[in-house]
């Protein structure tokens, strides 16, 4: 038997959620990362997803399907609505918004955490990503630790049960840079609201424009594959 | 146009639910209810779930399908687990108890009401059905109402989400009268854990022996079918 802490890690196939796994796993934590099949556009976010699992070393990988898309809402899964482009000026909540999404899926992760034994959640949201989405703040991640103590059996128990969120604070560049000291391969990583089927990104709506600006500011060469059409 | 306020219902098919659901139409709520397709044992529930919505006048009735059952961890939804016999006595938190359920159901009832514009969310949780469940207590709902708030763009923007949870402090008979004086029909509601496919309850359940003592506490005669096999 090992004496690792276990940890369940938020994994979406994105810059970010990588960067938190390669922190956890160099932490000590065992580390049982989860994904969702929630309706999203491109389904190929998975298969990096559990790519990225197995390279970075993760014990166990599970996808999750549930059905967001039925409420609608959202341009991420709501097939009658654009994705619009990156505008930086634009701070308003923006349409790529999906209801509750972080509520769900960190509810989902506090199920599994308690079946595992496990009182250590990964999530990889942070301020720049906020971009307007109220469920990427510091006071919402507290929040919900609060609420996650009380609704468990562990929690009941006098254990307690944290929700890291380590890019929180983090500029998009000091995330790289922290992933690149960690050994994560970015090439490996998708972050585009429309890749196409071969993994290519956009280049231009915001996920992309986040992305692309948090190269320059870590002054590092962007290993993203962008598709021969894109608009850059 | 209506001038009514729209509510989500988490409804289960059970007499705390469909209390719930009736009193919300006596407020005045336009009422979208919500029940879950989580791997639980018996399906009925969902048969009646959907009947009680369209009898007592809700606006919509959705089945989400999730996937509970893949955390195992609780006999109400491991098939390798056997639901114990009712013990009053007993404090301890029971093999029944799902990891999260609620914390996950509430989630998928703030997605919805998000995209509906509702700020209002119901569920049936009370004092009594708690008999050791975390999160059935008014501290959780209330930390998950704080949560909600900071999750959501209604929230964000000003507005402010409440989660209401009118049977928290009420005896299960409590519960009957008010059903009772709302005119809802208990025959046509399920509370068992082993219902057969009929629809008959085993009467030998926690949960069949919680509602079975709130007839006897309403002093109101049980409508309840029970199996002929039972050993009540």
Known sequence: MSDQKKAVILLSGGLDSATVLAGAISEG?????????YGQRHQTELTFAKRIATRLGAVEHRVTTIDLAAFGGSALTDEGLSVPAFDESDLAIPITYVPARNTIFLSFALAWAEVLGALDVFVGVNAVDY??????????????????????????EGAFLRIHAPLIALSKGDIILKGLALGVDY??????????????????????????IGFIEAGQPDPTRYRATSTR
Do not use: H
């Open 29 to 37: 934590f065992q580390c049982y990362c989860m994904s969702f099949d």
């Open 131 to 156: 971009s307007g989405y109220p469920d990427c703040r510091p006071e919402y991640i507290a929040a919900f630790e609060a609420m996650a103590n009380l609704a468990t059996r562990r929690g009941v």
């Open 187 to 212: 090439s490996q990583t998708v972050s585009c609201y429309q890749l196409d089927e071969q993994g290519a990104a956009c280049g231009v709506c915001d996920s992309c424009g986040l992305r692309r």
